[in-house]
């Protein structure tokens, strides 16, 4: 089956604490990227990668860092979480071509983070 | 700034009649505009697109129509299913990373 897998999907933490959020996907997709969604502000773009090696800054990147080691995976990791990073965090994932012209994306099931 | 916007939070539509949700958006640069539905609990699926050089597109009970010189774009669901309540994203998009979401409208589909 076709997915894009996020773990945790729940996790409470405390400020300062370093975590990391894991996304697979298992459709070959050359395109990852991770959002984060918050009441009244839909759905906004943390960081993305195009392929392996290759990442880049979305619209809210502060306080985040990603890695693309694999084409599976995408990471996204909070080095010192403070609580306004409390969220709901999706991962996504694109064939090479969707991602260069439709924008359409397969999310995973999301992962509700508390920083308290 | 919000270049993608959903006005209406919500909307609750009775079974068999038709639904639509609106979407307006400032950037005239966007190729392709689509709508995705989430349930509580899981992501966002996509649910249609549309080109930007169309006005249309309809795919089984569900019909997006794009209007250009408005800047609107609005998702018509008929006829509308109980299955059918859940959030709907509206998004503009110049590709997969320049993908810009509205605040989500809740639809809600009285049996």
């Known amino acids: 089956e076709a997915q894009v897998t996020q773990n945790p999907r729940y996790l409470i933490t405390v400020t300062g604490k370093k975590l990391t959020v894991t996304c697979s996907q298992n459709?070959?997709?050359?395109?990852m990227s991770w959002y984060r969604q918050d009441p009244g502000l839909g759905l906004r773009q943390i960081y993305y990668?195009?392929?392996?090696?290759?990442?880049d800054k979305g619209d809210v990147p502060e306080g985040y860092k990603v890695s693309r080691k694999e084409k599976r995976n995408f990471p996204l990791i909070l080095e010192s979480p403070s609580p306004n990073q409390t969220s709901l965090y999706f991962c996504?994932?694109?064939?090479?071509?969707?991602?260069?012209?439709?924008?359409?994306?397969?999310f995973g099931e999301g992962s509700r983070l508390t920083v308290l | 700034d919000q270049q993608v916007k959903q006005n209406s939070p919500s909307l609750s539509v009775q079974e068999g009649r038709i639904s639509i949700l609106n979407c307006d958006y400032t950037?005239?640069?966007?190729?392709?505009f689509l709508w995705y539905k989430k349930y509580p609990a899981e992501g966002p699926t996509f649910l249609i697109s549309?080109?930007?050089?169309?006005d249309k597109n309809e795919d089984g009970r569900f019909t997006v129509f794009l209007n250009k010189s408005a800047k609107h774009l609005s998702l018509h669901i008929v006829p509308s299913q109980p299955g059918d309540s859940a959030v709907y994203f509206c998004?503009?998009?110049?590709?997969?990373?320049?993908?810009?979401f509205g605040t989500g409208t809740r639809l809600t589909v009285i049996p």
């Open positions: 996504a994932s694109s064939s090479g071509l969707a991602a260069a012209n439709t924008g359409e994306l397969f």
């Open positions: 950037n005239s640069m966007f190729d392709y």
């Open positions: 549309i080109s930007s050089i169309k």
């Open positions: 990668s195009m392929n392996v090696e290759v990442t």
């Open positions: 459709m070959n997709h050359e395109y």
């Open positions: 998004a503009g998009a110049t590709g997969a990373n320049n993908l810009f």
